[in-house]
């Protein structure tokens, strides 16, 4: 146990401490780094982790430290994805993506640049500074970030558009949005 333990909340059983410490996590960490965190002994946390892993909630990898856990990133993808779609409209989704669409086109003009991969190439060039390097550098991360963005908020429009259509398909009638058209 934890001599740092951070104040759980009472509703917070052992399981939801393993779950949230190990999904909120962006590097792999092994099962005593986790349970020390989460305030739970290391095989109740291996216990938990395991059925995460079988899950397709975390990834299980070998380092130095041992084995680790870290986020499964398609799994964490689709859930932002859903998020996304469950809590914006579609306007404001779309004013995101106008708003990524205007950066990027501003790191074009700016970089004097057609593509990430342009920029990336770059950063190699024999007339720039240290400090114009690290910048692109930096550049190029925000870019690859927005990229993963503007994904999930397209999959994000796409999933409400899919939905809707679930929702209003006129043959569903009486059936509701649980019973899919193939399942009649």
Same mark, same amino acid.
């Given at each position: ?89 579609? +306007?404001? $989704?779309? %004013?995101?993506? @106008?708003?990524? /669409?205007? #950066?990027?086109? !501003? ?6 640049? +057609?593509? $990430?991969? %342009?920029?990336? @190439?770059?950063? /190699?060039? #024999?007339?720039? !500074? ?10 190029? %991360? ?5 990229v993963q963005v503007r994904e ?33």
């Amino acid at each position: 146990m934890s001599d740092h333990s951070r104040a759980w909340p009472e509703e917070m059983d052992a399981a939801d401490r393993v779950r949230h410490v190990a999904l909120t996590r962006t590097t792999p960490r092994n099962a005593g780094w986790i349970a020390t965190e989460a305030d739970v002994s290391r095989e109740t946390a291996v216990k938990y982790l395991e059925r995460m892993a079988d899950r397709g909630e975390l990834e299980i990898t070998e380092t130095a430290d041992g084995t680790c856990y870290k986020p499964d990133d398609v799994t964490q993808f689709l859930r932002e994805v859903r998020t996304l779609a469950e809590e914006q409209s579609a +306007d404001e $989704l779309t %004013e995101e993506l @106008r708003a990524i /669409g205007d #950066e990027i086109d !501003s790191w074009k003009s700016t970089y004097d640049v +057609d593509s $990430l991969e %342009e920029l990336r @190439r770059s950063v /190699g060039n #024999e007339d720039l !500074s240290a400090t114009d390097r690290r910048e692109r550098l930096e550049i190029i %991360e925000e870019w690859e970030y927005n990229v993963q963005v503007r994904e999930a908020l397209q999959l994000a429009i796409s999933l409400q558009r899919s939905l809707t259509r679930l929702d209003t398909d006129p043959r569903l009638g009486e059936r509701g949005s649980e019973t899919l058209p193939q399942e009649w």
